[in-house]
């Protein structure tokens, strides 16, 4: 869950916020799934909101999904005991999110402390996001998550979603093999 915190950018190295210019480009869509600047969680991000305007994000994949005894990681920390049996995975870290200027602006939750914190994203490139973030909006930070791709994520199937599993290809029956034809002797 460290990389919750991470994402949340209380990290070691803290560096300022960028300025935005005044006549910024309107906000690039960072949907997609990216790997958190430490490497241990993967957001998939995606549209919501009215009319698909804003951002939200959720823990799809995570470096260690399970606690020591093998038990599946939960939100331990959050502050409404209702909600501490909540699966790590599938984990709902980025809600409505805005378009602002050049950038999506909003709270993001952070598991290991079960607090929000004051983040932007921006994207940097087609494989880089930039996550800023603000703590009583005097401690700033930020860092670079990069996309990935959106395939075998543990979270496929969380609570309140239901697939159906994908049935396994079938094996393609071998052709039958000819019989093995007689050696007819030849006269010479």
Avoid at 23 to 40: F, I, K, V
Avoid at 89 to 109: C, M, Q, R, V, W
Wanted: aromatic share 4%; with cysteine; proline share 9%.
């Amino acid at each position: 869950m460290r990389a919750v915190l991470t994402a949340a950018l209380l990290l070691s190295g803290l560096s300022g916020v960028q300025a935005v210019p005044a006549l910024a480009a309107p906000a690039q869509d960072p949907s997609g799934t990216w790997l958190t600047g430490d490497g241990r969680a993967k957001v998939r991000i995606d549209r919501c909101g009215p009319a698909g305007a804003n951002i939200c994000g959720k823990v799809v994949w995570l470096k260690s999904p399970t606690t020591e005894d093998g038990s599946p990681r939960t939100d331990i920390k959050n502050p409404d005991p209702k909600k501490r049996n909540r699966p790590a995975l599938g984990l709902t870290l980025l809600d409505n999110l805005k378009p602002e200027e050049s950038k999506f602006s909003g709270e993001i939750y952070n598991a290991d402390e079960g607090k929000l914190y004051q983040v932007s994203l921006e994207r940097e490139s087609a494989s880089e996001l930039s996550v800023s973030g603000c703590l009583l909006k005097i401690l700033c930070g930020s860092q670079t998550w990069t996309r990935v791709p959106d395939v075998n994520q543990q979270a496929a199937n969380v609570a309140g979603e239901t697939t159906a599993p994908v049935p396994a290809p079938k094996a393609a029956k071998a052709a039958p093999k000819p019989a093995a034809k007689a050696a007819v002797p030849t006269d010479h």
